[in-house]
């Protein structure tokens, strides 16, 4: 394929990511799911502190949103927790290494929000 948006590294993200999978012990969680093209993610992390020490994750959809959260998690494994809220989409984008249209990047930042989703303290004094 001559199309960059299946360029190797993507494929082999999608393909055989070693991320893909569950943790025995997950510090933290989230499912989240994109309605309009079916993609779906499970996002499982393991903090030791403020260092993310483990990430797994495992879904199905397409290239772009397996293989961005693929690469989220290789990005983020030992990486502090702050450092794991502090990216954006942007760097979503650059992890993938290349321009997203705007269905795409819908794709693109799904693991994105999972994480942060998993990662954010929820109010629990309701």
Known sequence: MDDPLYREEILDHYYSSP???RLERADHACDLDNPFCGDQIHVELAVD???IKDVRFDGKGCVISQ???SLLAER???ATVEEALGLGPA???KLLGMPLTPTRMKCGLLGWKAIRQ????KDVTA
């Open 19 to 21: 991320y893909r999978g």
């Open 118 to 121: 998993a990662l954010t303290p």
């Open 91 to 93: 760097d979503v984008v």
């Open 67 to 69: 293989a961005a959260t």
């Open 76 to 78: 983020l494994e030992g």
């Open 49 to 51: 502190g403020d260092r």
